[in-house]
């Protein structure tokens, strides 16, 4: 176990590593800078500014100082929003994406698995139908479609909810919501389907002989092994709810991390780009690492494997 | 018995009276959405406009809008300005920073010094360079204490000037002449980077709160030297990027105000919030263009220019897609900055008949026909607001010349990157003016863009930089704009406007010319 944690180890900085030297030369590839503008600057205030931020340097000197800011934990200032480093930036920003992001991962995980299993103890019957076709609905509307929904009906007709905004449970809801929707539906499906095909080996036909109820066998012996592809969905999921958030926290007015992100590609705020995919990154492979070592617990089998 | 049916009229008469009162009390707190994040609250960088209108509600500079929406005096209280228009001396009033120490004349020299410096990196140095020995002492030509700024004693403030500048008073009541707190920058250089004790201002209101992409609040400045003509208390601006969020929380009640300057009303509910709400529009020194390529073929030929100018139907692009009461760009400088407005421009919107003439001189000239003529590309950044205006001028290009226009929409950085290396062919472009004079539009930014200069147009705006006869100025900058109309290299297409939607009891708003809105005058009224 520890061989295996210390290869997965190696490999995450590797790749995060790859991630910061492609992201940094790619950034630089894109046309325009933090200072390129529609009014025009005298050439020398331009040369002025670029000296003040370091960016008159040559490219792989840039690349070599910002290296050494990664390994020392500075991430170093935003070129665009005076004063601000990107480490206030992220600890600022990703705790508030990460409450919208685990809110809606649970609402997403309660709802695909209670509907998964509602479907597939019904299977054929109107209610695995009615199950697949909201499936089908989440699956196929985006997350903006459904927001502007949620936010007409709950906000601007029932009253319910506020339209936007950040701070309060109640403010958290539709956004959290609209985040769910598409992997409640996948959630959904795929549990359905493992599911049925768990339910249809003997040792359920067994345990039914047994005499225990349909609630005992899906806990018991169903839903342990119909869920191992579900967990394997979770870490990508994870990083893709927290990261795929930008649209939801723009629609909403959410201060989260997503707007940042974007925005600085927009503004080509270089540290503010680095430091953010560095960040997602880290998330992303950590959340899978995390996977691996759930399936561990899960399947035994596979713990004996490494 | 007989006093039974007086109780309902009485208790209806305390509810009524109990209402009034409750209304009465209304409270000064005014919602508005700032769209976006401030890069910088320190006046000396700030340039986006959220800075600068959050900036204008806590500074003030020498002068400020007035409630006439005409220049009145901020922390001067009179000026003395030498006959050359090249020397101001400004007596400061006894105002105070908002945490009671007193501003000085020091306070605007070393804000305005400081700016000038190389190592503070602030974009709007340049802008300084106006006044005398500024632009020297940034090529180290001179030393500080020759550059034209000279706080006498603490009330009294020199300014000379390199040039006569009759928009001086103007310029001096816009962000980046707004004085800092030296007594606080000197200990903290940082006191303008977030909220704290330190963000000291000397504006009607002062930052309370400052949550990062969330929202702003500001509160009555109690130490503002004109603090009785303030009534709002506190200005709440939350951060929403959507516009059509914006537009139901302004709906639902959330919101007091919907739309520009901070914002804008989202382009397709347009002719729904028509037939709904009260939409407002203000016209603005705004102008919204395209330009031509004057150094690249085929756009090297006025003729052509000229025709593909004239074919524009301005009028048919307002009413149809922009809806927001704009005017037909037929001149470069918009109205509003002229002190006397002009006459007839020299061309039609949308003659097409003189297009057409044009166009056909245009291919004799360069000996072609509109078969061999090289395809042409209309480029813009992308956004559905310029593609929406970009496929009808494509239209109107078509039917005016049977010809096939390509658009290319492009990333913003990606498109001004071009642009800056004149790798196009037409570009969509427009701006706002920075300061509330034509110069603003006339100035040697013309040429940048397009490429295109002329010596006799360089010549007027040299000698309208230099007179200090005002009416002769205008004269000067007239005649260089019939230049401009007349060699094309900008076909100009509407003047904006601030389109927007404002409560009923939203009242005493003043916008600047320059787009600015002012918070100082501003009030609620009673509503129930």
């Known amino acids: 176990m520890t061989k295996f944690l210390l ?30 503008q529609d009014k025009a600057i005298p050439e020398e205030i331009m040369q002025a500014l670029k000296h003040h931020y370091g960016l008159d340097q040559p490219l792989f000197v840039q690349y070599l100082h910002y290296l050494k800011g990664i390994v020392t934990f500075d991430l170093g200032p935003s070129f665009k929003y005076e ?120 040792y359920i036909q067994t345990a039914r002989a047994k005499g225990l109820n349909t609630f005992q066998i899906a806990i018991k012996h169903v839903l342990r092994n119909a869920l191992l592809p579900v967990v394997s969905f979770l870490g990508p999921l994870t990083a893709a709810i927290l990261t795929g958030s930008f649209v939801i926290e723009k629609i909403f007015g959410i201060p989260g991390l997503g707007g940042w992100f ?45 | 018995m007989k006093l039974n049916f007086l109780i309902p009229i009485l208790l209806l008469g305390f509810s009524c009276q109990k209402g009034s009162e409750a209304s009465k009390k209304i409270p000064q707190e005014l919602r508005m959405n700032l769209h976006g994040e401030p890069l910088c609250l320190d006046p000396r960088k700030a340039n986006d406009v959220t800075s600068i209108n959050v900036l204008g509600a806590c500074f003030e500079g020498l002068m400020r809008l007035g409630e006439d929406r005409s220049l009145a005096f901020g922390v001067a209280k009179e000026v003395k300005v030498s006959e050359d228009l090249k020397t101001y001396i ?4 006894n105002a105070t920073w908002s945490d009671g120490v007193p501003i000085t004349a020091f306070d605007f020299m070393d804000s305005w010094l400081s700016i000038l410096d190389p190592s503070f990196a602030s974009e709007f140095a340049h802008e300084l360079f106006i006044i005398k020995n500024a632009k020297a002492y940034r090529e180290g030509k001179a030393t500080k204490e020759e550059i034209g700024i000279k706080a006498i004693d603490n009330q009294t403030l020199e300014v000379q000037l390199e040039y006569p500048i009759p928009y001086f008073l103007d310029l001096v009541s816009i962000g980046y002449f707004y004085p800092v707190p030296s007594h606080i920058a000197k200990s903290n250089p940082l006191w303008a980077k977030k909220y704290s004790k330190d963000f000291v201002g000397n504006g009607p209101f002062k930052l309370a709160e400052w949550q990062h992409y969330n929202e702003i609040t500001l509160i009555k400045n109690e130490a503002y030297w004109d603090k009785d003509k303030v ?35 989202p382009l397709d509910a347009i002719p729904t919030i028509i037939k709904k709400h009260t939409l407002e529009t203000f016209p603005v020194a705004g102008v919204y263009y395209y330009v031509f390529n004057v150094q690249k073929h085929p756009f090297n030929n006025r003729h052509l220019r000229m025709a593909f100018a004239l074919a524009i139907q301005r009028q048919t692009i307002i009413d149809n897609i922009l809806q927001g009461k704009q005017e037909p760009a037929l001149w470069f400088v918009p109205p509003v900055l002229w002190k006397e407005k002009r006459e007839n421009s020299t061309f039609k919107d949308g003659d097409l008949i003189e297009a057409k003439k044009l166009f056909n001189l245009a291919l004799k000239e360069m000996g072609k026909t509109k078969e061999t003529l090289e395809p042409i590309t209309l480029s813009y950044n992308t956004s559905e607001g310029h ?28 498109f001004l990157d071009e642009l800056n290396k004149h790798e196009f062919q037409v570009a969509r472009l427009g701006g706002i003016a920075s300061y509330n004079d034509p110069m603003s539009f006339l100035d040697e930014g013309v040429s940048s863009r397009s490429l295109w200069t002329n010596k006799a147009y360089t010549k007027l705006i040299e000698k309208a930089a230099i007179t200090s006869d005002p009416k002769r100025r205008e004269y000067d900058l007239k005649n260089a704009e019939d230049l401009l109309i007349e060699d094309m290299p900008y076909a100009p297409i509407y003047f904006y406007t601030y389109s927007y939607l404002k409560k009923p009891y939203v009242k005493g708003v003043k916008i600047s010319n320059t787009g600015h809105f002012e918070f100082k005058y501003t009030y609620l009224e009673t509503h129930d």
Not at chain 1, 14 to 21: C, H, N, P
Not at chain 1, 125 to 149: E, H
Not at chain 1, 273 to 299: E, H, K, P, R
Not at chain 2, 394 to 408: C, P, S, T, Y
Request: with cysteine; charged share 15%.
């Open chain 2, 90 to 93: 400004f007596s400061l009033r």
């Open chain 1, 262 to 306: 974007v925005q600085s590609v927009v503004n080509r705020d270089y540290t503010v780009i680095m430091g953010t995919t560095l960040f997602y990154s880290a998330c992303l492979m950590f959340c899978v690492l995390l996977v691996d070592i759930l399936y561990c617990f899960i399947d035994p089998r596979i713990k004996k494997e490494m």
């Open chain 2, 387 to 414: 593609h929406k205006i970009a496929q009808a001028i494509q239209q109107q290009w078509k039917e005016a010349f049977g010809i096939d226009v390509k658009l290319e929409n492009k990333e913003w950085k990606v």
């Open chain 1, 7 to 36: 290869k997965k180890c190696s490999s995450l900085f590797f790749s995060l590593f790859l991630v910061a030297t492609l992201t940094f030369f790619l950034m630089h590839a894109i046309p325009g800078d933090p200072f390129t």
């Open chain 1, 83 to 202: 004063g601000r480093t990107v480490a206030d930036i992220i600890t600022q920003g990703f705790p508030i994406s990460l409450t919208l992001g685990l809110e809606s991962l649970a609402i997403a995980v309660f709802l695909g698995v209670t509907l998964g299993t509602l479907a597939s103890f019904n299977h054929l019957k109107w209610q695995d139908q009615m199950v697949m076709f909201f499936a089908v609905l989440g699956v196929s509307l985006p997350s903006f479609i459904i927001a502007t929904f949620l936010q007409y009906l709950f906000s601007m007709k029932l009253e319910i909810f506020p339209v936007a905004r950040w701070g309060t449970f109640s403010q958290s809801v539709l956004p959290a919501l609209s985040l769910a929707m598409l992997p409640a539906a996948f959630i959904a499906r795929l549990t359905r389907s493992n599911m049925v095909e768990v339910l249809q080996q003997d």
């Open chain 2, 231 to 265: 009534k709002l208390q506190k200005i709440y601006l939350p951060i929403i990027q959507d516009v059509s969020t914006e537009l139901s929380m302004y709906e639902n009640g959330e919101l007091d105000w919907a739309g520009a300057p901070f914002s804008s009303l």
